[in-house]
Every structure is written in C-alpha cells, then in structure tokens.
C-alpha cells in the first residue's frame, strides 16, 4: 500500500468531509471546490493513477462510475461532470486514483 494523503483518508488518519463508502469506494468533498459540489470518489485499492489500472481493474474501474452516479443523485446533481487527471501533465498531484465529480454551475469544453 502507497501512503498517500488519500489513503490516510481511507483510514480516517485525516479527516474528511465522507458522503458515501463502502468495501471497494469511497467519496469525500474536495477540499478545494471548482464548483459548488465536488467531490471525489476513489477505490480502496490504492492504483496511483489510470494508466497503472490493468485488466484486473475492469470491474472496479466500472463500479467506481456508478458510485460517482449514485453519489451525484444523492447531492442532487442531474448535469455534471466527471475528470481523471492521469499524470502530473495532466494536473494530478495525488496519485492515488480519484475521479472528480463537479457540479452545481454549468461547464464549458474544452476544458482547458
Ligand atoms: P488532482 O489534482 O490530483 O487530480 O486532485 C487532487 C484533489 O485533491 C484536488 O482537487 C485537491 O483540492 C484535493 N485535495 C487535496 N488535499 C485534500 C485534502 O486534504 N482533503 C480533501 N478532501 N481534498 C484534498
């Protein structure tokens, strides 16, 4: 296991703002929101970053977008959006796998 800051989370090391888990995922408010509801939502597994996910991972990766469904229908979200960043290149600065959940305010593409 990687010790990343959001492994701490998992383990309750550090707090969090949790709105959803369970065995495999868990989804927590970003504490630097880019829109008025942001959240995360990562596995338990501890895969740093997309392109480290493998074959393995099909079912996990798939269940990791129905969380972020059901999550968005908890907050009441109908439009929003989903991003992985995959590599520093790519904005991520925590490589452990997360996607953002983003919504509350409209998006415009491309993203930038
Ligand atoms: P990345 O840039 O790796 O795709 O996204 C990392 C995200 O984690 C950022 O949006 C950042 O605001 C969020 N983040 C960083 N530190 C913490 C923290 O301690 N708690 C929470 N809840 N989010 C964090």
């Excluded at 504490?31 to 996990?60: M, R, W, Y």
């Excluded at 977008?65 to 600065?93: C, F, H, K, M, W």
């Amino acid at each position: 296991m990687s010790d990343t800051l959001f492994s701490k989370i998992i383990n309750r090391e550090i707090d969090a703002d949790i709105i959803y888990e369970d065995d495999q995922a868990l989804a927590f408010r970003d504490i630097n929101p880019q829109a008025p509801t942001h959240f995360l939502v990562i596995p338990k597994k501890a895969i740093p970053k997309l392109s480290d996910a493998d074959e393995g991972d099909q079912i996990l990766l798939g269940y990791l977008l129905l969380v972020a469904r059901r999550v968005a229908a908890q907050e009441g979200l109908e439009d929003y959006r989903l991003n992985i960043n995959n590599g520093p290149g790519a904005s991520q600065t925590i490589f452990h796998l997360h996607l953002h959940v983003l919504g509350g305010r409209s998006f415009s593409w491309p993203p930038g």
